[in-house]
């Protein structure tokens, strides 16, 4: 691997527009500490496991489950002893520190050092500006996407450092908290890294086991069956995936414009629906869509498997794919999950400061794509008044798949020769 993802030199510089986005992240959190947020559905979560109560078949707030695994339960914990405000400061402050960190390491994988200075800083603030939206979700929802998406990232790199262990228990740590992660050890295996798939497996494993040693092997063995019976993803639950008008996966998706049985309480009496088709139908066209965008990964693979990508630029766009379709692939995903899309998003916005600086012809298309992209992305901020009708003809399930779309038309070997026109 020879340090594929190393960081390089400190090269770009922070700009005004830069800081000025951290600092409304920073204000965010100020602004969500008294309020109710997931944060305390995982301390009363966490709470009734340590009182002896199956979390995992309870109701939070009256509408809300708990899906997260025993040992995150238990690690978020100690968060109670500080209280509603220090608990939401501290996870407040995690999630902030975590999205820059995992922001740096994108960057730099992306070929960032390498560019002029004034284009690094466009580079940034325009990320920045594409992800505001995503962070600030995760921030007054107290969510965990941000941590799991840098545990990846951080794992990866600290994988391609040669520290094995510590990254591969990262990733397992993450993928043993949600299962989003799981997209990660077919890639491994892909790319020959048997040592850490092995890591990460085994780490999972013992991480299954830790309920088992804390509470006893029934009480432990009941949890995780609760746990599984909420994650199943062929229930019904999970095929419509619309128990939330927000819901924004390939499932929820379908079954807004192709079934009645999806929808809620809060669904809008606006039509949508292009077809009336049955549960049996739409849970085919779900898991047929599934596999599609799993087979599509190939694409960005290319052959031969089990060794290492051709170029860093080529590992990093292939797992730009990965973590985006992942909001497609995994029911329960919601506009905070647009964080996952981090490394393509990364990898849009470095293309379209690079390929409109200096003489060629610029692709009119991509700029328009990536306009669409950003609107969307941001459309609760932007126009936050009309944020029912998105939800409810499911704006981010398109802004995904447009995403995607780009992310395939913008090769490794395009973005060489943007990067190799003259100024």
Known sequence: MAHLFSPGTPGYRWNIGSLLIVLAWVVTIVLMLTGRNDLDIYLHAAHDLLHGQDPYTQRYFEHYNFFYSPV???????????????????????????????????????????????????????????????????????????????ACVEGLHRIDQGRVWVGALLIALALDTKL???????????????????????????????????????????????????????????????EEPSMISWGS????????????????????????????????????????LALITLYFLRWPPFRAAATPMHRFRELGYLFACTILLFPHQRPYSLFLAAPAVVWLCRYAVVMTKGKGA????????????????????????????YDHYKLLSFVVLLLLVLLARITPERMAHVDQRPD
């Open 72 to 150: 995150f339960a238990l690690l978020v914990a100690p968060l109670g002893v500080i209280g509603g405000v220090g608990a939401k400061a501290v996870w407040g402050l995690a999630t902030l520190l975590a999205a820059l960190r995992c922001l740096h390491l994108l960057l730099r994988w992306a070929g960032f050092n390498r560019l002029p200075p004034a284009q690094q800083a466009a580079i940034t603030f325009l990320t920045g500006l594409f992800l505001f939206q995503a962070v600030r979700d995760n921030i007054n929802l107290s969510q965990v996407t941000v941590l799991l998406l840098w």
């Open 180 to 242: 989003i992660p799981l997209v990660l050890l077919p890639y491994l295996a892909y790319r020959g890294q048997w040592r850490a798939l092995v890591v990460v497996v085994t780490g999972v494993v013992v991480l299954q086991l830790v309920p088992l040693l804390v509470f006893g092997v029934d009480e432990g063995l009941a949890l995780l069956r609760s746990r599984w019976a909420l994650l199943d993803p062929a229930t019904p639950r999970h095929i419509l995936d619309e």
């Open 253 to 292: 998706l379908l079954s807004a414009y192709l079934s009645t049985e999806g929808g809620n309480v809060n669904t809008l009496d606006a039509p949508r629906n292009l077809a009336r088709m049955s549960l049996q139908q739409i849970t085919a066209l779900v898991w047929t869509g599934r596999l599609l």
């Open 362 to 389: 610029r692709s009119y298309a991509v700029l328009a794509g990536a306009i669409l992209i950003y609107l969307g992305m941001n459309a609760n901020l932007i126009a936050g008044e009309w944020a029912h009708y």
